[in-house]
């Protein structure tokens, strides 16, 4: 032995090994400094640590053997074999401890912009580190259920759980549409089954149940975690506390114990904040209570008035509840009172700094949409997204909104970012349908195979692919498509409605009729007859039965109202540009104007009140009025909409003035500036060319109507007229004649076939 220690001393393997040692210290300083700098997993300073800690037999085995005394041994076979099974042992071992940990960036810094215009710089978490979960209602043991701890809980833990940037939470107050695809509420318990389905629905990683018992003035919980996919328990624990903020409380820290690991929190991130949960909506029991009991009422019972008493209750106990003035205003607007609402929504921004960022960014953005700066909505959107990347209400609300701006094209990069930040499951089909309406059919059938072999099993109920082939006029495949699915589910509604719009394309009306009629009859909730009877709307206007089609409408507004606030009504106006054309080609302009008028007493704004009557001006053409409210007009659509609405503007009124070829110019700058033509301007841009001049053009412009609408009467209409205008009147005879026949029970005083037979007697002379 003695011998062995004098030849590690003549070979100097201390001071050498003591020189390892130190570059190992340097390394592992280097690597933290630069793991920290660039936000790398923190793990990466654990692996290589423990891989020089493992290696240092083999390192006291090559020192010895490399500071060998002259004429000794050469390193040998052993030292070999020994080396290269350390380095084994320690590559194998590791890779075993560290197989499930993520090794990837953990966080990323991104400039943002706020609503003021101001740029920050963020440090925000990377996707792979972030987690999306639903929170259900929590089931009572016995007894009755209090609405306090059985939805507001759930609801208070998502608010607390998401003040942790890496996570994103649908409560139970939210998922009321997902309930009632299952023929479920929200109040009554359900089976294990439904919630893990509806997780899955969700495309949530994890959810999280609840049963409660109240014991000697104690809420005692016995909270569990599951996996969304295989319903795997991740964790249980049985929560004790006093009161339902301290329950909350313990409810987040119970899941950070679980689930938020140290991986997740090195990274320092500039936004984690811990608000405790008495702080996030109110420290004021009867507050909470009349607001979880408003929120109930009018979420989910459609007791409107019921639920405002209640919310007016919470702000009158704590005029400080910022989230109870939202969820008042919402009510306000949803039963039409304009003026309420926007009174409520400047009330919930007197208190909003001191909540998480992620309320204060909900409730900044609504507060903007309610008072039409659309500019400053959309930027805090934006900024949420970006701050929240795996937060799906920021992408929903861009994609819904930039569409409507014209700017479709933004609304397919939000949706890729979102596809980018692991929403795939959310947004694959969402941006194959946005590609599919831009006409670029090739790149949307690519979106949803990857939507296919990502969810095979939601890809063969999704209509989507069908929907893409309507558009591009492959209607015998749609046809083909929806049928494939409808022999897995025969009673489908909206399969039979499907295929009867395929039919319609196709020509097949009376077909069309039929399969809407056997939607119907499969029809199981009122949703689901309201959405047959919307596309029987349009089915009567597009023949010219615009009698048909309003007392069908009628009856859906009627059947809506059970489930839809009433607003739904009052807005439908501005969304659908069909309804409008309904009451120009039926002949009830003084109708339209009665409903514009009620629109504008509702609202009693005065964005609102120059926005109807522009509507209306441009739909009678009313040049004069175009001009006399036309600068103030143009200066409110620039201020709360910005350039590209003020553009879509502009060129409908260069339309309906007949200035063509100013019309085609902005036309250009809107192209060059949105990348595409905004189908949702319809025909204008052929109407323009014709109106030109440009007749090559104009028929070149109508193909993509043509194509996914080749038997619409007033597309027949229209390049008949072009044809006429080209003086080829064979080929005019021939789309007019065409129109006639679809509208051979058009009533009588319908004005694209009163049209139309004017046309052809005046081509007769």
């Known amino acids: 032995m003695s011998q062995f220690i004098d030849q590690i001393k003549e070979r100097k393997v201390i001071p050498y090994f003591i020189t390892y040692l130190g570059g190992c210290w340097a390394i592992i300083q280097l690597l933290d400094w630069y793991i920290e700098r660039n936000m790398f997993s923190p793990y990466w300073t654990q692996l290589v640590f423990y891989f020089l800690v493992i290696l240092i037999p083999a390192v006291i085995v090559i020192l010895f053997a490399v500071n060998k005394q002259k004429g000794e041994p050469k390193f040998g076979r052993f030292q070999y074999s020994f080396v290269g099974i350390n380095i084994l042992v320690a590559l194998v071992s590791l890779g075993f401890i560290y197989k499930q940990k993520p090794m990837v960036r953990i966080a990323e810094k991104v400039l943002v912009v706020n609503e003021e215009g101001k740029e920050l710089e963020r440090i925000i978490p990377a996707a ?12 009572p043991k016995e007894g009755i259920a209090d609405n306090n701890i059985r939805i507001g809980v759930p609801f208070l833990a998502a608010i607390d759980i998401e003040q942790n940037p890496t996570q994103f939470v649908s409560s139970a107050i939210n998922l009321k549409s997902r309930y009632s695809k299952y023929n479920r509420d929200i109040t009554e318990n359900v089976p294990f089954s439904v919630k893990k389905q509806i997780a899955i629905d969700t495309y949530s990683d994890l959810f ?64 984690f904040q811990d608000l405790p949960a008495n702080s996030l909506v109110t420290n004021n029991l009867e507050a909470f209570t009349s607001f979880i009991n408003g929120a109930i009422l009018g979420e989910h019972d459609s007791k409107y008035a019921e639920s405002i008493q209640e919310l007016k209750k919470s702000l009158a106990t704590d005029p400080n509840c910022a989230e109870c003035a939202v969820a008042l205003s919402n009510l306000y607007m949803a039963v039409n ?44 959107f934006e900024m949420w997204r970006q701050l929240y990347p795996n937060n799906l209400e920021p992408y929903a609300n861009l994609i819904q909104f930039y569409p409507m701006m014209g700017e479709t094209q933004k609304a397919i990069e939000v949706g890729k970012d979102a596809v980018a930040n692991g929403l795939k499951g959310s947004f694959l089909l969402t941006i194959a349908n946005l590609l599919a309406n831009e006409n670029k059919f090739e790149e949307a059938e690519n979106y949803f195979f990857k939507f296919q072999e990502e969810f095979p099993e939601k890809a063969s109920e999704s209509t989507s692919l069908g929907n893409i082939y309507n558009k591009q006029g492959r209607f015998d495949e749609a046809i083909a498509f929806y049928q494939k699915i409808e022999l897995l589910r025969p009673k489908d509604y909206n399969i039979k409605k499907l295929i009867g719009i395929a039919q319609g394309k196709k020509g097949n009306v009376d077909q069309e009729y039929n399969l809407y009629m056997d939607a119907l009859e499969a029809s199981i909730r009122v949703q689901d007859s309201v959405a047959v009877y919307r596309q029987l709307e349009d089915y009567y206007s597009r023949l010219g039965r615009t009698n048909d089609a309003f007392e069908v409408m009628n009856l859906r507004y009627k059947l ?5 606030p009433p607003v739904a009504e009052a807005i439908e106006i501005f969304q659908n540009p069909a309804l409008l054309n309904r009451y120009k080609n039926g002949g009830r302009l003084e109708a339209l104007k009665t409903r514009l008028n009620n629109t504008k007493a509702i609202f009693n704004d005065p964005a609102m009140v120059q926005i109807v009557d522009m509507v209306y001006y441009q739909l009678t053409e009313d040049i004069d009025q175009i001009e006399n409210n036309y600068n103030e007009m143009s200066s409110f659509i620039l201020a709360k909409s910005g350039e590209t609405q003020k553009l879509i503007f502009d060129i409908s009124i260069a339309k309906v003035k007949n200035e063509f070829s100013k019309a085609l110019q902005l036309i250009d700058q809107l192209e060059e500036k949105v990348g595409s033509y905004p189908k949702d301007l319809g025909t204008i841009k052929p109407l323009c060319l014709m109106g030109a001049g440009q007749y090559k053009e104009a028929l070149d412009a109508y193909q993509p109507y043509l194509l996914e609408s080749p038997n619409d009467p007033q597309i027949l209409q229209e390049l008949g007229n072009l044809h006429l205008e080209m003086n080829e009147t064979k080929q005019a005879k021939q789309y007019f004649d065409s129109a006639l026949e679809f509208l051979k029970d058009a009533d009588a005083d319908y004005k694209i076939k009163k049209d139309i037979e004017n046309k052809l007697a005046l081509m007769n002379i």
């Open 128 to 139: 792979e580190f972030t987690k999306r979960m639903v929170i259900f209602p929590f089931d």
């Open 208 to 271: 999280i149940t609840g049963e409660y018992q109240t014991e000697n003035d104690k809420i005692i919980l016995d909270l569990k975690c599951y996996t969304s996919k295989d319903g795997r328990e991740l964790f249980q624990d049985k929560i004790e506390a006093n009161d339902l903020f301290e329950l909350t409380d313990k409810i987040t820290a119970t899941y950070t114990l679980n689930l938020y690991t140290a991986d997740h929190i090195n990274s320092n991130f500039e936004t």
């Open 560 to 564: 809506q109202s059970s489930y839809l």
């Open 337 to 380: 009172n304009g003026p309420q609402s926007i009174e409520m929504a400047s009330q919930s921004m007197n208190n909003v700094e001191v909540l998480s960022e992620r309320q204060q960014l909900r409730i900044k953005a609504g507060y903007y949409l309610r008072n039409s700066e659309m500019n400053k909505a959309l930027t805090l």
